[in-house]
């Protein structure tokens, strides 16, 4: 009983372990190198961000925000072109090794099993020899050697259906960038925005004296002024539709310290008023 236990353990350590060799690509030769180097690729392409906070640029009307926001658009994208070239031409030369490391051995194997047959030419009739399939032209542009036997197209099998597992993963990782990329760029723009909501001072601006004789220009700071700017013209040759107006009462609008209006209450055509001009 002792011994049936021990050799059931053994068979499942030995399956876990072959699974693990079979699927674990980062214990192999060249997948785990090209692992790797597909992963620092992935990483340098997620801190692509397709939109621009604008930290470094001056204030732009909103037609020029949106065309340069286009151009990074289409910069960010041939980038992400260039990297995904970069990752295929690195899939391939993964490809290439494995292949070329099995089809040295199975020539090497054939090659011996030749010389073999050649050194002992009488075969004992117990022994039992593999047939070898006839030549299968897609061995053959695939660059392995005509006579292969069954073992050798096993491995080859086997070799493809590793390939399939690992383009799986390195389709998954390379998915993962992308949305990390669009998750990124949008959390910073948000961030963004919050930050120049945080250094506006509403309170400060509707009781700003905008006389042009006596303002004094403030130096401007970098990456604390408005993405961009709007102009609002007032056309009073059009007339407005009756329907659309209303009376209603509106109290003076007065900040503290003398009244107690807030910023909310501020209604512009109601306590708008034009100066007369000069």
């Not at 699974?19 to 392409?45: G, T």
């Not at 020539?107 to 010389?115: F, G, K, M, N, Q």
């Not at 050697?145 to 491995?155: F, I, L, N, Q, V």
């Not at 919050?194 to 990456?223: N, V, W, Y």
Request: glycine share 2%.
């Amino acid at each position: 009983m002792r011994m049936w236990k021990k050799t059931i353990k053994h068979q499942n350590r030995m399956k876990a372990q072959n699974s693990l060799e079979e699927k674990l690509f980062i214990l192999q030769d060249h997948f785990s190198v090209h692992l790797m180097k597909h992963r620092q690729q992935m990483l340098d392409m997620q801190a692509l961000r397709f939109v621009d906070p604008c930290r470094n640029q001056d204030t732009k009307d909103i037609v020029t925000f949106s065309e340069d926001q286009k151009v990074k658009r289409k910069h960010v994208s041939e980038d992400v072109i260039r990297c995904a070239e970069e990752s295929r031409d690195n899939v391939f030369e993964c490809i290439a090794k494995v292949m070329d490391e099995l089809r040295e051995r199975i020539v090497s194997e054939i090659a011996l099993d030749e010389e073999r047959k050649k050194n002992n030419p009488i075969q004992s009739s117990n022994t039992i020899v593999m047939k070898r399939k006839a030549s299968n032209n897609v061995f053959e542009k695939l660059g392995f050697p005509e006579g292969m036997t069954y073992g050798h197209r096993s491995s080859l099998r086997k070799e493809c259906s590793r390939f399939l597992r690992f383009a799986y993963l390195i389709d998954f990782l390379s998915l993962e960038s992308l949305s990390n990329i669009y998750i990124h760029s949008v959390g910073e723009m948000i961030d963004r925005l919050r930050e120049l909501d945080s250094i506006c001072d509403m309170h400060k601006i509707m009781t700003m004296d905008f006389d042009e004789a006596m303002r004094q220009p403030a130096p401007p700071q970098r990456g604390q002024e408005p993405l961009f700017n709007i102009s609002v013209t007032l056309n009073d040759a059009r007339a407005i539709p009756g329907n659309e107006i209303k009376k209603v009462v509106c109290d003076d609008f007065v900040l503290p310290p003398r009244g107690q209006s807030k910023d909310q209450d501020f209604d512009l055509l109601c306590h708008l008023e034009l100066e007369p001009e000069k």
